[in-house]
Nanobody
Framework: QVQLVESGGGLVQAGGSLRLSCVTSGSTGTTSAVGWFRQAPGKERRFVAAISESGGFRIYADSVKGRFTISRDNIKNTVYLQMNNLKPEDTAVYYC??????????????????WGQGTQVTVSS
């Protein structure tokens, strides 16, 4: 089982930036693809972005394209989510998770196996 710990959340004004980090440990020895999801109060968890094992393939939700960038450093066992031009509607708890499924399923939460505890991002207007 893989453990994931998110960090980097906080309070920021609209138009500002944050970088989230997701540190993984306890790997089975096979690096997995990693995704970011978010859940706003009273709303369903939604896909944000995902990155392949090597980092060479990435996908994004339409709502964050051009503003968010997912990347990874496999030496540090860390996946990042750089969030620029933040909007109040980006306010949510952000979670990272691992998946061993193929890329067409990456936008579905059911494709992910291990999840972190989440980090709160609040964007004020």
């Amino acid at each position: 089982q893989v453990q994931l710990v998110e960090s980097g959340g906080g309070l920021v004004q609209a138009g500002g930036s944050l970088r989230l980090s997701c540190v993984t440990s306890g790997s089975t020895g096979t690096t997995s693809a990693v995704g970011w999801f978010r859940q706003a109060p009273g709303k369903e968890r939604r896909f944000v972005a995902a990155i392949s094992e090597s980092g060479g393939f990435r996908i994004y939700a339409d709502s964050v394209k051009g503003r968010f960038t997912i990347s990874r450093d496999n030496i540090k066992n860390t996946v990042y989510l750089q969030m620029n031009n933040l909007k109040p509607e980006d306010t949510a708890v952000y979670y990272c998770a691992t998946t061993y499924s193929s890329s067409p399923s990456w936008s579905r939460g059911s494709a992910y196996r291990d999840w972190g505890q989440g980090t709160q991002v609040t964007v004020s207007s």
